[in-house]
């Protein structure tokens, strides 16, 4: 079993930052891609960004400039710093990760999510 657990949610300004964790667990080989999406109430899940082993980072139009995401392969985690909030980043922000669970599987796996709230 692999579990992705996110952390650093919370409620905060506009114009506040904030920092989110996702820290995967359980027995795998290694992981690929990484990335976080968010969903607001009545909206599908959106990419904010995703970050791959080795290469290029990509972000959502809306995020550019003002998140960055990052990893740390040794701890298996990825971070999302978000600067500049506003109200309409305002949603339940989910990290994935493509584990590869043997030398011939991959799997996609999500994090429970965690909420974000930004005050006007």
Same mark, same amino acid.
């Given at each position: &079993?692999? $579990? ?8 905060? $300004?506009? @114009? @506040? #930052?904030? !920092?989110?964790?996702?820290?995967? #667990? ?10 976080? +999406?968010? &969903? ?16 290029? *980072? ?12 990052? !990893? ?11 600067? #500049? ?7 339940? +922000? +989910?990290?994935?990760?493509?584990? !590869? !669970?043997?030398? +011939? $599987? *991959? ?6 999510? *965690?909420?974000? *709230?930004? #005050?006007?």
């Amino acid at each position: &079993q692999v $579990q992705l657990v996110e952390s650093g949610g919370g409620l905060v $300004q506009a @114009g @506040g #930052s904030l !920092r989110l964790s996702c820290a995967a #667990s359980g027995s795998f080989v290694s992981i690929n891609e990484m990335g976080w +999406y968010r &969903q607001a109430p009545g909206k599908q899940r959106d990419l904010v960004a995703t970050i791959p082993t080795g290469g290029r *980072t990509n972000y959502a139009d809306s995020v550019k400039g003002r998140f960055t995401i990052s !990893r740390d392969n040794a701890k298996n985690t990825v971070y999302l710093q978000m600067n #500049s909030l506003r109200p309409e980043d305002t949603a339940v +922000y +989910y990290c994935k990760a493509d584990v !590869r !669970r043997t030398w +011939y $599987q *991959t799997v996609e796996t999500w994090g429970q999510g *965690t909420q974000v *709230t930004v #005050s006007s």
